[in-house]
């Protein structure tokens, strides 16, 4: 059983930072990040290649989020700056993908956590 543990969400204002991690049971080809806000459909929101560090990300992070990882910890980072309200979402981390691109655009992975939630105030 591959068990994902997310930490790190919170409540910050607008223009803020916040920092995601993850750790997941085992080396897992791909991890990413996707959110859900109540009442709106899962969006993906960034993934990377554990294994050289290429990453993706959806249009509406991209220059605001960066994903980083640390393979020795089969762990996984979601540094989140210039905080928006529309950012508001429970966040999960994600682990084994197809490829990455999918995975974002498609908020697909086979295995994820509980989630954390991010509130971002105006």
């Known amino acids: 059983q591959v068990h994902v543990v997310e930490s790190g969400g919170g409540s910050v204002q607008a223009g803020g930072s916040l920092r995601l991690s993850c750790a997941a049971s085992?080396?897992?080809?791909?991890m990413g990040w996707f959110r859900q806000a109540p009442g709106k459909e899962r969006e993906g929101v960034a993934a990377?290649?554990?294994?050289?560090?290429?990453?993706y990300y959806a249009a509406s992070v991209k220059g605001r989020f960066t994903v980083s990882r640390d393979t020795g910890k089969n762990t996984v980072y979601l540094q989140m700056n210039s905080l928006k309200p529309e950012d508001t979402a429970m966040y999960y981390c994600g682990a084994e993908c197809s490829a990455i691109d999918y995975a974002v655009e498609g908020a697909a992975f086979r295995y994820w956590g509980q989630g954390t939630q991010v509130t971002v105030s105006s």
């Open positions: 085992g080396s897992r080809n791909c």
């Open positions: 990377i290649v554990t294994s050289n560090g290429i990453t």
